[in-house]
């Protein structure tokens, strides 16, 4: 976004020309003839017509895209100016590595015509910078002398895989159509570098994709349509271009600012309309009169051009009226005077041009016609069944402005709304415009210097400052609104004040119709500024105050290197499922569809490490710009609490909010079934997958479902240890969504834990040969898990260093060391444990094996066996012990888990079963015997 | 003469100053306050475990281990010993950060997860407070952990005392994260479990197994009985820098004649038969250490011997001392009840109708009791536990047809019925008979 900042001196205004020629009555949308661009301050008028080329703006200055343009066309509101194109790419669009396909040195006027589908040709027709002229050089024939730089050259065609000729009829229509206009360039050089390609070089614009902004902007364009109910959008008519004027002027706020600004309807006339409500939100009030400013910089007349008749005419009502009743001595006649005025005193070009009159109700001029027009339009629904008289009504409200009873002659559903509430505090606009007194924006502004302003102003600021103290719900940030100077509007931060404000409106006004409340909750995500909540803190443990040791010696340098946790250099035997997963996903990625997959395994088999891998290989690729952009997050259904936490997790991860389970379910639902603007592919990893599974499953369900929407972009990637978990657990419906793209990790064999081991050591010498042999046959044999394998190779180095005498000195780790490493994972202790016990704990054991034999059973209660016991003592010559001694003995070999015990309330009757076999408690009392 | 008194009593004085230092010595030592010098008979494991500790603390190496041993062998002490010989080390004293849990205190993972960040006082602890919800205190903890790596952050060990407890939480989300974090690349950790049972492998889900290193230290103490007598000596010995020499030497010289006499030997070498761990022997000599007062300077063999007494004592031959003479003869009457019915459960109706036979045959000196009376005997032996019901539903049966089953061996019976005082000899009799 930073870089739009320098160019933001120029300001381009697009008006549509002629008549709409289609109402696409499904779409709602206008089709028109050609669209008028003007340069601020500038009289010359660039025409675009669909057929002509046109350069549209990306994120390379110097090179702007070309595209064709088929058609043009806005909805209803004419708020959203859309054209549908067919682009054309530059070489250097090409991606990196496929530009040698090309197979000679490019012109550096060529450009290619595109028929790849990864690209959206429907774009915001405010991107369009000017036209240019493309020409068509047939194949064999050699491009043109440098002639013009304004001319592009087509002669193939590139459809994201290989270079072929394009065939003339493709161009044919066009340049029957229209004829070649030598692009005139819509600006003058020196505001506007865009539109002429100067130079050259070899820039490295290797987007496969035309422009991911101008996509993103035209996707955001469809999106705030969609939220639109197309009702109101002819209501909105002069505000829509009031904002498309001011949006054509800053373009850094070009989607996101829109989106917030122009988008709402409803909101935005409440916006206007709450500047009345409340005093305290005076906030909104500063930024329509900046968005005023804004216009008024441009020349009068574009205004007056830009409105379209009916608008302008009530407009000029507004303007006329409310002068009249602040006790302004503008003459009434002249309608267009005080807008004349306001323009030009803000243009500074003669600020005492018309000085009999005060300069602060020229200002409240401004602020006014936008808050009439509002209410005009709202009356001039075109779904008003009343739309005859709406003309008297127009003439009415802009004085209803300024008397407080604003019922007789409101529109019926206007009083619907929550008019009530507002009605007192427009009665304190009306007190504060006889004081002249709400201009206090425009007192900040350096324009403004005059005392009485500057007073007016120090005392409204003060007012609001008492409001706001009362007045939560707006935020510190908000104050800053109250200085909108005109940079200050361009500012990024100035969208999400726009946000939040806008929020803040349709929180206000809540229930007043349902589109706003889905407004305000799609809203919610993208407010940045959040009230400081108290838990804002950290996680972090404490940092060191000491450095880490890095290792020393040999030993130590492969113990790191085979600790777990060290992230290898490669996965070695993975390569089969790990371009599976690859391809699965990068044409997931690429597609921008979504999908599932299903990957199971025993632990230890590298299930997540493969996917890590895959990821990192393809955010590496989508670094190089080979693939589109994608996101990724991972869940893991161990790190939770319960399985709705997932949604927590996920949204949180997604866009960094905290909510509560439901409302993340709702949000994440809301987010992957809506198209969004820009949005860009989720990869999901959801590890563990059969912890989120509920009596219900629709947790799983929803990770599932999600996925087979039309514009979630979504790619589900689960993991699990059981491979016919879905059959297993899954419903019918859950486990056909999954669908069956399955993969299934092998336990390691014996030769690829060994290569595992030897990858990971990478050339540091400290195993033999035969000794890592003998470790990953072991491991191979009993489970295949690459962790145990790592973890027994670590514990034969620290064998191997305890065992020499200095630990220097310690050389290779031996077979010996291995072996005693595998001893101490893998043997029971069951049997030392045994030998270990105490004379009684053996005659115990003894004991049981004795009554079991006499019982033919494998379980006695303990009164048999302590019988035993005492026989068995009196035998060895002992002291026979006492019954609370034998308990107490048994109850030890219990805690051990030698014997297996029931529940100790039973006392003498509760049942002993043996843990370990008859034959291992004899072979390891033998020794004792003899 | 009054010189003389004078000095007799300084030195008693004397003498009961040394007596309370020993015993302040001793207890501390045989109640687990003090951590001994060395751990003994425990070399290898010592090492094992502090040059583990050592890597975690000085190289930020991810370590998990878990000591097995059964109760009393010192698990907790090698522990403990480890951590202060680690803590002692300059670089690390500053660098690690314990977290302490029990399996008995930290019920379950929620409880656990706010004792782990209160201990490791991370930014969501105000105070002695943690705030959040459970999954909030998981999140931050886990995002912590995830945002340290090996070289930059502080080490945590945690130690994890009754570990197999820890498995029976839900999921044993706890474990698999804690273990998690000590497999990946995110702050160095330690997980230390401390436990008694030796299949706690098996309690383990498998993903939570893969991801512990398998690491297990036993702490099975094959201490022959010779080491034993001399620990027991060592453990009762004065240490050197004790104030007084002359009475160091003549406790030192006390204890040496003491562990040589053959009582002493006989009954540490039933105790060691019985059990090998240090906490029973503790107990023995502390009961042991009680006796000696200032006008008995030093320990007896007499003194272990009633000290190995109250420790070996049957504790329900002591409840029998304790009966009625009707609720002796009605035990009586349920001994011969099973060794008729070969230990099946029997009720009141049967035990009565035994005891009224006996009456009826040789009732001497004992009368006729009402029944009610022999009721409220038989409900005391039940209170007593000396008799337990068999039936789980013990309401829908009446009281004197419920089953029963002697919790008493034979053995203790008839110990009993020696050891009781002024007991009828017909009761004797009866009781010896074969027949009933």
Redo the contacts between chains.
């Keep these: 976004m930073v870089r739009y900042f320098t160019r933001l001196r120029v300001r381009r205004i697009y008006k549509w020309g002629g008549r709409p020629y289609i109402f696409d009555r499904k779409l709602k949308s206008y089709g028109f003839e050609y669209l008028n661009m003007s340069v601020e301050g500038q009289e010359a008028v660039t025409t675009v017509t669909p057929g002509q080329y046109i350069l549209i703006e990306g994120n390379d200055d110097e090179y702007p895209f070309v595209a064709k343009l088929l058609k043009l066309f806005g909805d209803e509101s004419h708020k959203q100016k859309k054209a549908l194109v067919q682009w054309f790419l530059r070489l250097s669009e090409v991606p990196q590595n496929k530009k040698l396909l090309l197979g000679r040195s490019p012109h550096p006027q060529e450009i290619f015509y595109y028929l790849g589908r990864a690209c959206d040709d429907e774009i915001n027709a405010e991107s369009i910078l000017g036209t240019v002229h493309v020409q068509h050089v047939p194949e064999d024939t050699p491009f043109p002398e440098p002639g013009t730089k304004d001319t592009l050259y087509v002669k193939l065609s590139w459809d994201t895989k290989a270079f072929n000729v394009l065939d003339p009829v493709l161009m044919q229509d066009t340049s029957a159509s229209t004829p070649p206009k030598p692009a005139l360039p819509l600006f003058t050089p020196c505001a506007s570098p865009t539109a002429t390609p100067v130079s050259r070089g070899p820039v490295h614009h290797a987007l496969p994709t035309p422009d991911p902004t101008v996509m993103r902007r035209a996707g955001s364009v469809s999106d705030t349509r969609a939220t639109m109910s197309a009702g109101k959008r002819s209501t909105l008519e002069a505000e829509s271009i009031h904002s498309a004027s001011k949006l054509s002027a800053s373009k850094i706020l070009s989607a996101k600012r829109r989106g917030s600004a122009a988008d709402t309807p409803g909101v935005r006339k409440k916006l206007q309309l709450s500047i009345g409500a409340s005093p305290g939100k005076k906030m909104t009030r500063a930024d329509v009169l900046c968005e005023l400013l804004d216009e008024e910089m441009e020349s009068e007349k574009v205004v007056s051009l830009k409105l379209s008749s009916s608008v302008s005419h009530s407009l000029q009502h507004g303007c006329s009226l409310s002068p009249m009743r602040s006790g302004c001595k503008t003459p009434n006649g002249q309608r267009r005077f005080p807008w004349k005025l306001t323009s030009i005193s803000l243009d500074r070009l003669s600020p005492t041009a018309l000085g009999e009159q005060d300069f602060s109700s020229d200002l409240l001029l401004a602020v006014i016609p936008l808050a009439l027009e509002d209410e005009v339009f709202e009356a001039g629904l075109p779904t008003d069944a009343g739309s005859a008289n709406t003309p008297k009504k127009r003439q009415a409200t802009p004085r209803r402005n300024y008397v407080r009873g604003q019922k007789p002659t409101t529109p019926s559903r206007r009083k619907e709304s929550a008019m009530a509430i507002r009605e007192p505090a427009l009665g304190v606009l009306a007190e504060e415009d006889s004081e002249d007194s709400p201009m206090q924006p425009i007192a900040l502004t350096p324009r403004s210097k005059r005392k009485s302003a500057q007073l007016v102003s120090l005392r409204i600021r003060k007012q609001l400052n008492l409001l706001d103290n009362t007045q939560e719900l707006i935020s510190d940030g908000d104050d800053d609104c109250f200085v909108p100077s005109k940079k200050e509007l361009q500012s990024s931060s100035d969208e999400e004040k726009t946000d939040s404000e806008e929020e803040t409106v349709a929180r206000k006004t809540r229930g007043r119709n349902c589109k706003t409340s889905v407004r305000t909750t799609h809203k919610t995500p993208s407010k940045k500024v959040t009230p400081s909540t108290p838990r804002c803190a950290t996680p972090c443990i404490p940092s060191r105050t000491v450095p880490a040791r890095q290792p020393g010696n040999i030993l130590e340098e492969a113990r790191a290197r085979l600790h777990v946790s060290s992230v290898p250099e490669s996965l070695p035997c993975r390569e089969q499922e790990f371009q599976d997963i690859y391809n699965f996903v990068e044409s997931k990625v690429m597609d921008g569809t979504g999908g599932c997959m299903y990957i199971s395994g025993v632990p230890g088999t590298g299930k997540t490490a493969t996917i890590h891998e895959v990821i990192r290989c393809l955010q590496h690729a989508s670094d190089m710009d080979e693939i589109p952009t994608f996101r990724f997050i991972e869940i893991n259904g161990m790190k939770m609490t319960d399985p709705h936490q997932a949604y927590v997790q996920i949204l949180q991860k997604l866009t960094d909010q905290k909510v509560t389970a439901d409302h993340a379910a709702a949000l994440l639902e809301k987010r992957f079934s809506n198209p969004a603007p820009k949005k860009e592919t989720t990869v999901l990893l959801v590890d563990e997958l059969d912890l989120l599974w509920t009596r219900k499953q629709n947790v799983m369900y929803n990770l599932f479902d999600w996925p087979t929407r039309r514009h979630a972009r979504l790619v589900v990637l689960t993991i699990a240890n059981t491979m016919d978990l879905p059959e297993r657990i899954m419903i019918n419906r859950v486990a056909s969504r999954l669908g069956l793209t399955r993969m299934s990790f092998q336990p390691y064999s014996f030769k690829q834990l060994q290569q595992i081991i030897t990858s990971r050591l990478n050339k540091v010498k400290a195993f033999e040969e035969d000794a890592l042999q003998l470790v990953s046959r072991k491991v191979a044999a009993l489970s295949g898990d690459a962790r145990r394998c790592l973890d027994i190779c670590r514990r034969a180095t620290e064998i191997c260093e305890h065992s020499a005498s200095h630990p220097s000195s310690a050389g290779l780790v031996k077979m010996s060391h291995v072996m005693e490493a595998l001893d101490e994972m893998f043997s029971s202790s069951y049997i030392t444990a045994i030998r270990c016990a105490s004379l009684q704990e053996q005659l115990f054991l003894r004991a049981v094996i004795a009554e079991f034999r006499r019982l033919g059973l494998e379980e006695a209660t303990f009164q048999q066996v302590f019988v035993q016991h005492r026989t068995l003592s009196r035998v060895e010559g002992l002291q026979p012990i006492s019954l609370s001694e034998g308990l107490a003995v048994c109850q030890r070999l219990g805690a051990c888990r030698l014997l297996l015990l029931e529940a100790s309330r039973l006392d003498m009757l509760q049942r002993v079963r043996l843990n370990v076999s008859q034959d291992d408690v004899l072979y390891a009392l033998k020794p004792v015997r003899d | 003469m009054d010189n003389i008194i004078r000095k007799y009593l300084i030195m008693t004085l004397f003498k009961y100053g040394y007596i309370f230092q020993v015993q302040m010595i001793l207890r501390e030592r045989f109640c687990h306050q003090r951590l001994p010098e060395k751990p003994v008979g425990m070399e290898s494991q010592h090492?094992?475990l502090l040059?583990l500790l050592r890597r975690t603390a000085?190289?930020?190496?991810?370590n998990s281990v878990l000591i097995?041993g059964?109760?009393g062998s010192g698990k907790t002490m090698l522990l403990n010993c480890v951590l202060r010989e680690l803590l002692e080390v300059k670089?690390v004293n500053?660098?690690v950060?314990p977290v302490h849990l029990n399996g008995l205190l930290q019920t379950d993972?929620?409880i656990a997860l706010k004792e782990i960040t209160r201990q490791?006082n991370?930014?969501?602890v105000v105070g002695d407070k943690v705030?959040?919800s459970?999954?909030?205190n998981?999140?931050?903890?886990?995002?912590?952990?995830k945002?340290?790596d090996?070289?930059?952050?502080?080490?945590?060990l945690f130690i994890l005392d009754e570990f197999d407890l820890f498995a029976h939480h839900k999921?044993q989300?706890l474990l698999?994260?804690l273990l998690?974090v000590?497999?990946?690349?995110?702050?160095?950790v330690a997980v230390i479990g401390l436990t008694?049972?030796?299949?706690v492998l098996e309690l383990l889900e498998?993903?939570v197994?893969?991801?512990f290193?398998?690491?297990?230290i036993?702490l099975?103490?094959?201490l022959s009985f010779i080491q034993y007598l001399d620990n027991v000596r060592s453990q009762l010995s004065l240490p050197q820098d004790f104030p007084d020499t002359k009475f160091y030497d003549e406790w030192n010289d006390s204890i040496k004649t003491l562990c040589e006499d053959q009582l002493v030997v006989d009954v540490l070498q039933?105790h060691?038969?019985?059990?090998?761990d240090f906490r029973s022997l503790h107990l023995l000599l502390m009961l042991a250490l009680s006796r000696v007062s200032a006008s008995k300077p030093a320990i007896k063999p007499t003194d272990l011997l009633e000290a190995s007494r109250v420790c070996?004592?049957?504790?329900?031959?002591n409840i029998l001392h304790g009966l009625s003479i009707l609720e002796l003869c009605l035990i009586i009457a349920m001994k011969h009840l099973n060794d008729i019915y070969e230990?099946e459960p029997f009720n009141f109706q049967m035990v009565h109708n035994e005891f009224k036979k006996f009456l009826q045959r040789k009732s001497h000196s004992i009368h006729n009791f009402d029944k009610p009376v022999v009721i409220k005997a038989f409900e005391h032996l039940q209170q007593l536990?000396l008799i337990?019901s068999m039936d789980s539903s013990t309401a829908k049966i009446q009281k004197e047809y419920q089953l029963m089953?002697l919790?008493?061996?034979h053995?203790?019976i008839m110990e009993a019925l020696q050891k009781y005082p002024q007991c009828p000899t017909d009761v004797k009799q009866w009781a010896m008979s074969a027949f009933g």
């Design positions: 090492k094992h040059e000085v190289h930020g190496e991810s097995v059964p109760r670089d500053k660098n950060l993972d929620r490791l991370l930014e969501n705030f959040g459970f999954a909030e998981l999140a931050f903890l886990l995002e912590a952990l945002k340290g090996r070289s930059s952050s502080r080490p945590v999921n989300t698999y994260n998690d000590s497999q990946s690349a995110q702050a160095p008694c049972r030796l299949d498998k993903r197994k893969s991801r290193s398998h690491r297990q036993h099975l103490s094959s039933s060691y038969n019985s059990s090998k070996m004592v049957d504790s329900k031959a230990g536990e337990k089953k919790l008493l061996d053995s203790q």
